[in-house]
């Protein structure tokens, strides 16, 4: 069952084993069929660190992955495309960030319709 389920995600997917993949766009099955040596739950933590964290800038960043490594992540530097348009944003958005973007933070709270 599960050989089948894994077949049918491979021919569903639109990237293949040694084609460019944005590893900032790409989901789980997408990244776990284009990069060597990363299988689903490898491609799931990615997926994962990158709405924690925010867009990769580089290999490295891959590197900082639990489980990746930077051997590993370097084994697939030609396969990766680290495009920040349409990325996962981060987490959350601090104040100091916030203001720099001129964006203005209240209170929760702060104005009550009474």
Known sequence: MRLSILLFLL????VQAGELVDINKADA????SALEGIGQ????????????????NSIDDLGKVTGIGRKL???NK????FNRQGA???RSTDTKSAQ???VLSLPVGAYSSR
């Open 29 to 32: 099955v997408q990244i776990a």
């Open 73 to 75: 992540a370097a084994r």
């Open 11 to 14: 021919l569903v997917s639109d």
């Open 88 to 90: 996962d944003r981060s």
């Open 41 to 56: 739950k490898k491609a799931e933590k990615i997926v994962a660190w990158r709405k924690a964290h925010g867009a990769f």
């Open 78 to 81: 030609d396969y990766v495309q």
């Open 100 to 102: 720099k973007k001129g």
